[in-house]
Nanobody, 116 residues
Framework: QVQLVESGGGLVQPGGSLRLSCAAS????????MAWYRQAPEHQRELVAQ???????DYADFVKGRFTISRDNAKNTVYLQMNSLEPEDTAVYYC??????????WGQGTQVTVSS
């Protein structure tokens, strides 16, 4: 079994920054893709950013230029640096990892609130 522990969410003013972390532990041989999703009230969960084992990244249009995803393979951890935050970024953020062979795990979610 694999456990994911997220941290870094909180309340921030518009224009501010936060850094989310998601650490995976347990029976892990290797991790393929790591990603961040978010879900705002009354909205569907949506992809924010994803990163492959080799470091290739992909971003949703609404975060391009503001958010950066990265990973530390030695620590089985994925990060999301969020800058220039807007009230529309308010949501619960979830990490998702794909562990060898192809098992998918989700984090418990961390609340990000952008408000003055």
């Amino acid at each position: 079994q694999v456990q994911l522990v997220e941290s870094g969410g909180g309340l921030v003013q518009p224009g501010g920054s936060l850094r989310l972390s998601c650490a995976a532990s347990g029976r892990i041989f290797s991790i393929h893709q790591m990603a961040w999703y978010r879900q705002a009230p009354e909205h569907q969960r949506e992809l924010v950013a994803q990163i492959t084992t080799g470091g290739s990244t992909d971003y949703a249009d609404f975060v391009k230029g503001r958010f950066t995803i990265s990973r530390d393979n030695a620590k089985n951890t994925v990060y999301l640096q969020m800058n220039s935050l807007e009230p529309e970024d308010t949501a619960v953020y979830y990490c998702r990892v794909v562990v060898f062979p192809r098992n998918v795990y989700w984090g418990q979610g961390t609340q990000v609130t952008v408000s003055s």
